[in-house]
């Protein structure tokens, strides 16, 4: 069965759910939607970076530094962004902080992000697996690493990523 995803109001802030359409559907028409996006560090303030798979949907194979997916219907972006981090790399009982809310629109998709930081400890958090349909490989990098990667015009790196880290990086200057 098609996942049911939540749209939301075009561009409004701080976003509201106004109908909801199967993920083929939102995928194909460019639909407003909601996801979760979770930056997740180590405790020395190392950022999680890793490989989307060859078969998603949107940017299939490029590095990304958010985990997350799209806020399903009946679901609130804090249920998402847990279920997401379990999902994704396996992880649980992370304290998740709410930094901010951001549009994103390019011709693959249009999306309300809610913008999530959390700093990962094993022995807390269990280790990271990750989802072998989402991600293919990960690793963990400094901010300095991070910013010299993205420096490099050719790094294949998800627009949306790119586009939310400077946000990001203006809300909380890290």
């Not at 749209?7 to 939102?26: I, K, N």
């Not at 998740?96 to 390019?106: E, I, N």
């Not at 490099?152 to 949306?160: I, L």
Request: aromatic share 8%.
């Amino acid at each position: 069965m098609e996942e049911i995803v939540a749209l939301y109001a075009r561009d409004e802030l701080p976003g509201r759910p106004v109908g909801s359409a199967p993920r083929g559907r939102m995928r194909a028409d460019n639909l407003p939607h909601a996801a979760a996006k979770i930056l997740v560090r180590d405790a020395s303030g190392r950022v999680y970076v890793h490989r989307r798979t060859d078969t998603k949907d949107l940017y299939p194979g490029l590095h990304d530094v958010w985990v997350g997916g799209v806020v399903t219907a009946g679901e609130e972006p804090d249920e998402t962004a847990e279920r997401e981090l379990a999902e994704e790399l396996g992880v649980r009982g992370c304290a998740l902080r709410l930094v901010g809310r951001h549009w994103f629109r390019d011709p693959h998709t249009h999306f309300l992000a809610h913008l999530y930081e959390t700093v990962y400890e094993p022995a807390l958090h269990g280790p990271i697996v990750h989802q072998p349909e989402e991600v293919a490989e990960g690793w963990w990098l400094t901010w300095d690493a991070l910013q010299a990667r993205l420096a490099d015009a050719d790094w294949p790196f998800v627009p949306d990523g790119r586009a939310l880290l400077a946000h990001y990086e203006g809300l909380c200057g890290t």
